[in-house]
């Protein structure tokens, strides 16, 4: 597992920001943001979670390994 999150967190926190990232089974994995594209119907954006490392590559472990 890499340690980009925290490397980039650190970084960001210099300017007030920070990433928006979840831990499924102990395995923190970066959220890639979505919006809805018509605000009048009901289906809200979804989340969609990376299966890589955004910043390094590095493939995120897989939940059951």
Same mark, same amino acid.
């Given at each position: 597992?890499? @340690? $980009? /999150? =925290?490397? *980039?967190?650190?970084? /960001?926190?210099?300017?007030? &920001?920070? /990433? =928006?990232?979840? %831990?499924? !089974? =102990?395995?923190? #994995? !970066?959220?890639?943001? &979505?919006?809805?594209? @018509?605000? #009048?119907?009901?289906? +809200?954006?979804?989340? /969609? %979670?990376? !299966? %890589? $490392?955004?910043?390094? +590559? *590095?493939?995120?472990?897989?939940?059951?390994?």
């Amino acid at each position: 597992m890499c @340690e $980009c /999150l =925290d490397q *980039v967190n650190e970084k /960001l926190s210099e300017q007030n &920001t920070i /990433l =928006d990232y979840s %831990f499924l !089974a =102990d395995n923190p #994995r !970066a959220i890639i943001a &979505t919006c809805k594209i @018509e605000s #009048r119907k009901k289906l +809200g954006p979804i989340k /969609l %979670f990376a !299966a %890589f $490392c955004p910043f390094c +590559g *590095v493939k995120y472990e897989e939940e059951n390994e």
